[in-house]
């Protein structure tokens, strides 16, 4: 009886401390996550740095200052101390996110979020994520310094990692089960290739290929320009390219523009909204006489926030700005002498060719009148709780076949994907040259050798330089090259060339006195060299622009305002129309809505009931408009806001403004007047659950967590206007992810605000301490030390020693 | 009711001690040691390391978190879910920490039973 009792209190509390010890579904392992010595609530605290650190990894001392926002500003003796430095630094505050990042890109979440990750990590994989990394890695650890310099930040994350008790791991590893593995250089290449795919990885080459085997070449054309009437490009229409003399253009194939193949499903795509503004305007143009530039890059509203601010400085350089957790050095920012910023360059960079094998072993393919060898990959996906998947993924020379008939596409064909991403670079080096550059011609030789994702590069110097060079290596294409599936046994519709680096397109010192870029039209239709994108953006460049036109001269105060500008262009340009559409549909339960509309100024303000009257009434209209091209069984694009508001303005009796589940034959005011019915159903809806149509309280603006936007550590209904299309780009998930403004006066004054916080940990105050701020429009003046002296600004200091 | 609070002391002391150095799971040894030694009656062998250690994990949980405004314990409470609510959170701690000493202190008991 004593024996029986024994073991069965025993053998109870075994398994109980065995249960607890382990995460169920996604439940955390209790025992461990509860505990005040192990679990969250030793995540509960707020940085306080401390006064001395002893690090083995460092030559000599390093002096660390915080400001009141938990910025570091670092100050090394030496360059490898300063990487070192700031790989320790950015750990300590942001070690989860970097891990994160580099398994999202290299197709390993399934490893610490289970089999609901499968699919996405296949992606990864099939997109050649690791491949790209790897062929960066290779290049750049080529270059001594640069490979000296990876090593110093890799090792610095490492030291800071091996200093670490499990009870001291981010809260996630805690909440996931799991631990921080080693970093190494190639992760930083991951890094990079995170950004690349989120900014270079978008195509439409099957929806249009889909289109086009649809609706024909007419309807195409109609529909997806290349150019548009309205563009503003971003080198301006006056420059005349008649210097290039006349240019090499490869040639192409016949029926290159056919339609050789039909998907179903495709790839998750990036958001079409990643993009940017930047501007810049010379001491002429300035009302202090200081050059000024401003940048603010819009991505997902992200916590932990994907910049780190951070000061980097070393006897032969001294630069602040935004950093990206993973990635040496400032990525937008400014030095004693110069800023600079980047917005996307976007162009068709991602090709698609169907190749065909010479038999069901898939071991050759046909390329020209030979047969090619086919490199095979099997990719192991650990999964958390469950048993590894393998896949294989099979290479060609082109790159790897993505789709094929154990991936989505049409479950059939092979289609191989040719993409910048996969080619080696040192893009990592020309934000090093950024960091050290003093003037125009060290920017430019920064830029020159950057590859991928394309970037629109402005810069401003205190020798009253301002410019901008769209720079990205690209392909010199035919006519239509890669904007439908190509055929790959073809060797004529390969990427022939690529366009010589100087005839990139860039402009400096122009007479109007600014440079400017928001993801528009690189240039105009004179440029001698293939430019497409589906995405070009159509509305923030004209009102930018318009604005810097307007006057003279203009102030700190006139960026600020213009990054905060809420105007909505897109409601301008079409809502006059819709109004005298819907006049006659509108009745007593509607007349409200009509007249706040008719009576709304077109700026997306917080308060702007109008405003979410406007965006729900388009959304409605833009469904129905497009209704054939959302129930096909094809994957197909929606033509963009652009060309569906020119579409009803010049051709409104178009077919496709027929509702299909319709009897009648509508034509674009029938279709209005059906979505303005709509619309004032869905808001008297809305009104029933008694919240507020303020467009901000409509619109509920959130920053999620990395995690599938984990509620408990996500910011919700933040009180800010803006929408996508507008200078002010903030959506609901979406948005200036960083706003910068720098004066090139004597003494550099800068000034940033960000939607997150400098710390990783949703335990810290730091956490989140800038969204109100940034939601605002107000901005934190960026304390950008000459020296190691702290000033009054610093509030705390370590001293790192060898 | 002078031993109980002997163990209760014993307890949280071995506690406090063990947990630097071994898991969260250290509360286990550290009631199994006190009943080993110290000997409870009846149903106070579970409610009493329930207490303590109870006590003990909510407190300590209560004054990390206090010094931080309870911001991280206010997210994990919804996350949880437990509607927010921190005082449910410590609570929630103090339960579980108290359940695995009673659950120590039982195994302890029953194999001082065993070996005497």
Redesign the interface.
Known sequence: MKLIKFIFSAALTLFLVYAANRGWGTLPALGNFMSPQTGFWQNDQSESPETTMQLDGLRSEVTVHYDSELIPHIFAQNDEDLYYTQGYITAMHRLWQMEFQTYAAAGRLSEIIGEKAIEYDRGQRRKGMVFGAQNAINEMLKDPLLSERLYAYSNGVNDYIASLTPEQYPVEYKLLGYAPETWQPEKSALLLMYMTDMLAGRDEDLENTNFLSLFGRETFDLLFPDFIADQDPVIPRERDWSDFGKVERPEGPEGVSKAIVQTHEVLEKPDPDNGSNNWAVNGEHSESGNPLLANDPHLGLNLPSIWYVMQLSAPDHNVMGATLPGALGVIIGFNDRIAWGVTNATRDVKDWYRIEFEDESKKRYRYGDQWRDIREVVETIKVKGASPVLDTVRYTHYGPITYDETFKGNGRENLAMKWIGHLPNSNQNTFLGLNRAKNYEEYVAAVSTYTAPAQNFIFASKDNDIALWIQGKIANKFNEQGKFVMDGTNPQNEWQSFIPQEHNPHVRNPERGFVSSANQHPTDENYPYYVYDPTYETYRNRVINDYFRSKEKFSVKDFKDLHNNNYNLKAAEILPAFLSMIESEVNNSSEAYYSTLSSWDYYNHTDAIGASIFEVVWDEYYKMVWDELRESELALQLPDSYQTIWLTKYHADHSFFDLKSTSETEDASALARLAFKEAVKKLDAYKKTGKSLDWAAYKGTQVGHLLQALPAFSRFDIPIGGNKSIVNATSKTHGPSWRMIVELSSETKAMGVYPGGQSGNPGSRYYDSMIDTWAAGDYYELIYLPNAQPTSAITSTTQLKP | MKRILIHSLLSIGLALLL??FT???GV?IATAISSYFIRLKGSSVFFSPLLSIGLL?AI??YS??S???????E??A??LPLNGSVGALIA??GL??G??GG??S??G???K??VS
Do not use: E
């Open positions: 947990q630097s898991p969260w799971w286990v994990w300590q949980a990390i978190s010094s931080n405004d309870f911001i991280l314990a997210k994990i919804v996350l929630v701690t579980i920490g359940i695995f659950l120590g039982l195994s008991r029953s194999l039973v065993l």
